[in-house]
Each structure stands twice: as structure tokens, then as C-alpha cells.
């Protein structure tokens, strides 16, 4: 996105040091470890969501206009469903994986030791102000760590709640959220954690990881970046065009893994406009800005930062503004030229850019000659052009004949590859991205074979490579 935050580390006048130094020394008495306070803390989790959840969708629709509905599906009650899953498997997430050992070390055991990896600290981004705070949250805590949460200062509302619902409900010793923007960030990122798991833009992404770096810190990156979608011209209409809508235009379009652009088979384009139009009629009504179902732009800023995108470009549909609510309607823009803005940076808005190609495999050339993205859709009735999309391109997710589904399925680990992030979450794989998972191998003092000691002989090294 253009206009990102500043884009360098300020300067921090606070300092964090002794709230992170209190969170250690909680870590270090070993009350997390166990799976009895995992358990109570996720259970916790789950309260704080149940009995506070009109406040926190009140909340939302302040901060973004989310609908009682959206709220539900993509923070509040995916949240629910997060915690329900992890607290099922849990129990078979903490055991230790065995493996097979080799004949030199007979007899012995090989494990797969997870264990946590202490104070960690987690910086959420703005658009799913929740979501996206509290689902590393409830990783982190299944994985047994004391945690810092930073919500982001821009979903105000959202980070008030979150500051204030927090200590009532969680075991306040092993965890503390910290609200402030830049210097807050700074100054966090100026401390020593176990680990850091960022979500939000490239620009801040790599002042997270250059922080980290200084303390050998590991991080998880959840970025952004243009997520594509292909329509083929043998795809039901209907159908794909509802899909469309529903991924690109939820949260008004301010989603990572929204459609951000469509690459369309040249003919078809006209077809695919028309069936997308109506059902955003069908869906928002024929003026959205009265619907309760479409949302905000999260400040002026974002909507004048859109409001650039369509210069120049040749708007087939939409393009209003409401600078009051602040909000953009649902904008459909015709083959845009490629080193345009528009299909430079990532929308992160209400804007769908609609690109006609000669072929599929153009579309995947194009996609290909551009960073990896996060998610990658395409639409298609053939089996065998879904499969090759699927294997000649790369991103962190691709979703066939849908959009962003797939982020119900907790099996499905979700992050970015390249420009996109680094590191996944989400079910087990967020378990594990807040785990070391120890090497333990068990030996016994029977049967000390000689062979690997010194002195070496031939005779030794030919029965080495028997048992090596
Ligand atoms: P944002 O402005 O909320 O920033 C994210 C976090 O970074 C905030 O907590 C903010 O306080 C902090 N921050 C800002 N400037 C900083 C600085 N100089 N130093 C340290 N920390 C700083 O969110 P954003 O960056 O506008 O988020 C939008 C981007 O995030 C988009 O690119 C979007 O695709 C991406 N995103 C990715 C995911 C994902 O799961 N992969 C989810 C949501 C958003």
C-alpha cells in the first residue's frame, strides 16, 4: 500500500524493560507449561469473548462499520471456533512425536519434544483489529507462553476493549497488552523476545525483522501484497461472480487475502463486469453507503489514499465517496495500464481492477513476474486448468471456484511465501510457530557397542557403515 506508516524505527522515549523482564520471570516458574493452565487460559479466552460480545461488535462497527454479521464470521465467532479447535487437540499437540532411532544408538528413544519458547510479543495490524491480535494469542498460549499484545492504534475502539477486557479475564502475570502506535512499537521492539509475530505492511515488516535481528529474535511476518484471481471463461458466472463479491468487498475490501486485482480471458471480461454488478446490487443495494452489511474505510487518509488509485484509470462502476463515514462504493476499474498505481501496490480497499488476458497461461506469466503473493484464486470449470495454475504458480494460499474460505478450514496453516511473509498459523501450525520442538533422544547404558570409539580400524569403520 502506498502511504504506508513511517518507515523507519522511531527513536523510543518509553521503555518496556520491566514489563518484559515481570513476563520472564512468570515464563521461568514454569506455570505455563503445563497443559491445566494452557487449558484455563484458552477457556478464559473464550469467556472474555462470550460475555463481552455485544460490546466487541460494537466495537468493530465503530472502528470499521463491520456489520453484526461480518464481525461475527471473521473476528468474534472465528475466534471462537480457533479456541474450540485448539483446545480439542491440544492434548495431542503437547506430546512428544516419536520417531525411529538408528541401530548405533540402540537401544534408545527419539522424540519430538514441543516446548514453549517463553515471552513473545505480538504486534496486530488494523483491519481485522481482533482477528488478527487475538488468533496469534490464542497460539501462543496453547504453546505455553507469556505474551505482549500491541494493538494497532488505528482501530481505536478495538484496541480500548482489548486493553480493558484483558486483565479482567487472563492470568494477568503472563500476559500484557500495550496500546500506542510507532513509539510504543519501537520501544518493544527495542526488547528481547522468544519471538515476534507481526502482522501488517511490508515497509514496517522489515523494520520488525531488522529489530529482531539485533536480538537473534525469530519472527513470523504476516504481510500483504496483491492477491490475484482468474476467471476463465468456462467458469459458472453466477457463482463466481458472488464469490467475488463476497471475498473482495468484505470489510470493504481491507483484507490481506481479498482479490485484489482479476485477470480474465480476454471476451469474457464484459460477461464477468455485468454478473459482478449486479450482484453487488444484489448484495449492497443500489446504494451501499445506506446498507448496514458494507463497511468503512478505516480514516480519511486510507479513503484519499484510494480516492488516487482511480486517476487516470477508466472507473466502469462506482467510485463514490462518503468522507463523513468515511467510505468508497464498490469500484470496478477496466484493464488499468500496468505500471499504473493501481497495479503497482496493494488496493486494500474497495477497488477491483479487472484485467483482460489472451490465455490462462498469460495470466500466470503475469503472476509470475511479480512478487509471490498471499493468496492467489482462480475460477474455472476445468479441472486441468485449476491444476495448472495450481502447480506452475506460488503463493502462500490458493483457493479454487471461491475466494477467501479457506481461512475457516483451522487444518489449513495460513501465512505468506516471499514478499508475502514468512511463517504460518492457524491450528497446529500455530502451535508449532510458538514451539521449539526439542531433539530428546533417550539412551540406556546396555550395550555400549565399542565400534564408534577410538581406536579406529577397518574392521570398526566397515561395520560404521552397516549401522550409521
Ligand atoms: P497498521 O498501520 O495497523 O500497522 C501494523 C502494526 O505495525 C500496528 O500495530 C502499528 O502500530 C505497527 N507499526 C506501525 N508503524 C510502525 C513502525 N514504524 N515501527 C514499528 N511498528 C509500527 O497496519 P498496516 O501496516 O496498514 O496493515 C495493512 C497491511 O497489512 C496490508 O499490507 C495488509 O495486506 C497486511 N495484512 C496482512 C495480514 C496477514 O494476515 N498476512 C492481515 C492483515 C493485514
Redesign the pocket.
Known sequence: ?SN???????EPSICFLDTVASLQTSFKSGKTHSLEWRKSQLDALKRLLIENEKDILHALHQDLGKSESEAYVAEHGFLLTDIKHTLKHLNKWMQPRKVSTPLIAWPGKSFQQPEPLGTVLI??????PLQ?LLAPYIAALAAGNCAVL?????AVETSTIVAKLIPQYMDTSCVEVIEG??EE??AL?ACKWDHIF?????A?GK??MSAAARHLTPVTL????KSPCIVDSSTNLKITARRIVWGKWMNAGQT?IAPDYVLVVKGFEQKLIDAIKKELKSQFGKNPFSSDDYGNIINTRHLHRLQGYLDGVNVVYGGDINEARPAMTPTLVLDPAKDSAIMQE?I?GPILPIVPVASIDEAIGFINDRPKP?ALYAFSDDDKVLNSIIDKTSSGSVCTNDTMIFMTNPELP?G?VGN??MGSYHGQAGFDTFSHVKTVMKRAFALDAPVRYAPFSKFKLSLLKKFL
Open positions: 500500500m504506508q506508516p513511517t518507515l523507519h524505527a522511531v504486534i496486530g495490524a488494523w483491519n481485522y488478527l500491541k494493538p494497532s492504534e488505528l502506535g510507532k512499537s519501537s521492539l507481526y502482522t501488517g505492511g511490508e514496517v523494520i520488525v504476516e504481510l500483504g501484497g490481506c496493494e486494500f498471499l495460513f505468506g508475502s511473509g
